[in-house]
């Protein structure tokens, strides 16, 4: 009787050692949707494809009116280094497009008139750096990145500075 439980308590031991054979998958969600902010990674409404390892983001901001407008455009290509359930630590390198028509004004102090004309200015942003995401509500996602931006005007005016971002995402 002894050899006979000893055998059947190896046997539930067996079983449950080779009992999970499939591991624990992260949710597939590929496509995101939401508001993302970022100097190098432009701002507005954002749309994310992030199949797996790679992903790409895609931000657009147009403000138009008769007179002026203000137009932010932006892609970022995104690696994923680690992934959980919950969070997601990635790179990403960002490009950004910013153009915009504003009024301008000449004040003469002696004739007390002033002169309105119209300025454009075009200007081209790029970044790399680190990000954190944190996913709540399992389809919910909160985002900050943090890196190092070169901001070019012309060739007279540009900068190098520290670039940040962050967003608001619905993974589907």
Known sequence: M?????????????????????????PEFSKAIGFDGGASNG???????????????FNALP????????????????????????????????NHLLMNKFESYNY??????????????????????????????DRLGFNVRFGLGYYYHTSSDWLINLDGGMGLFFRF
């Open 2 to 26: 002894r050899k006979f439980l000893i055998g059947i308590l190896l046997s539930f031991g067996v079983c449950n050692l080779f009992g999970q054979t499939e591991t624990a998958s992260l």
């Open 43 to 57: 701002w507005g409404i954002s749309y994310r494809y992030w199949p797996g390892k790679w992903g790409v983001q």
């Open 63 to 94: 403000y138009v009116s008769p007179k002026t407008y203000h137009v932010s455009l932006g892609v970022t290509v995104l690696n994923t280094i680690f992934e959980s359930n919950d969070i997601r630590f990635y790179l990403y390198y960002g």
């Open 108 to 137: 003469n102090p002696f004739g007390q008139e002033e002169d309105v004309y119209y300025e454009k200015e075009t200007r081209w942003i790029t970044g790399i750096g680190p990000g954190f995401e944190y996913f709540f509500a």
